[in-house]
């Protein structure tokens, strides 16, 4: 069971705005930076968001991050049908002295 | 920036799984350097991590079974897990966590390929 908490599956329509949240805890989310990865399948995950909102460069802006209190989200406007992927969330855990991940949103386009 | 995974693709259960990560664009002599596995069709879990000054943080879960250490002078890291069972089946990546921070952890850029190691008899 992961530490951060994520929706299994999320999903919405091309053209519409969609979140993905990841809860967490004080000693994670609540005291560190939140990051982003996207993974598409039988491919290697690729850094989305960074320091809860900020995105390394070629991502495109229809990508934004947030944080408050002891949770984040990823969110998805303009939504495309190649934006179809998993989305974890991942941040550092000061009691586990860890990274922990969520356990992944699959996200699908109808 | 590149990153490469090599080693067996086939463990026997009991033994110690290796693998290496060859980077290539950057030294390996900054930032903090991370293994990470994926089982078949589950998430994605942190292994362990390396800084270049050879401090180590590691996931409590396995900590008593891993070792990971650095080779500056051939630009690589490394990750070795012993007495593996058939729940150590998994793609394994190796990524550079560009930051200098504990607390920037999570932070994963660029991430290998991925090295499919199955443990069976």
């Known amino acids: 069971q992961s530490v951060l908490t994520q929706p299994p599956s999320a999903s919405e329509t091309p053209g519409q705005r969609v979140t993905i949240s990841c809860s967490g805890s004080s000693s994670n989310i609540g005291s560190n930076d939140v990051h982003w990865h996207q993974q598409f399948p039988g491919t290697a995950p690729k850094l989305l968001i960074y320091?809860?909102?900020q995105r390394p460069s070629g991502v495109p802006d229809r990508f934004s991050g947030s944080k408050s209190g002891t949770s984040a989200s990823l969110a998805i406007s303009g939504l495309r049908s190649e934006d179809e992927a998993d989305y974890y969330c991942?941040?550092?855990?000061?009691?586990?002295?860890?990274?922990?991940f969520g356990g992944g949103t699959k996200l699908t386009v109808l | 920036v590149q990153l490469q995974e090599s080693g067996p693709g086939l463990v026997k259960p009991s033994e110690t799984l290796s693998l290496t990560c060859t980077v290539s664009g950057d030294s390996i002599n900054s930032y903090y350097w991370s293994w990470i596995r994926q089982p078949p069709g589950k998430g994605l879990e942190w292994i362990a991590h390396i800084y270049y000054s050879g401090n180590t943080n590691f996931n409590p879960s396995l900590k008593s079974r891993v070792t990971i250490s650095v080779d500056t002078s051939k630009n690589q890291f490394s990750l070795k897990l012993n007495s593996v069972t058939a729940a150590d089946t998994a793609v394994y990546y190796c990524?550079?966590?560009?930051?200098?921070?504990?607390?920037?952890?999570?932070?994963?850029?660029?991430w290998g390929q991925g090295i499919l190691v199955t443990v069976s008899s």
């Open positions: 990524a550079r966590a560009p930051h200098y921070y504990l607390t920037d952890g999570g932070w994963f850029a660029p």
């Open positions: 320091r809860n909102d």
């Open positions: 991942a941040a550092w855990d000061h009691s586990l002295s860890g990274v922990i």
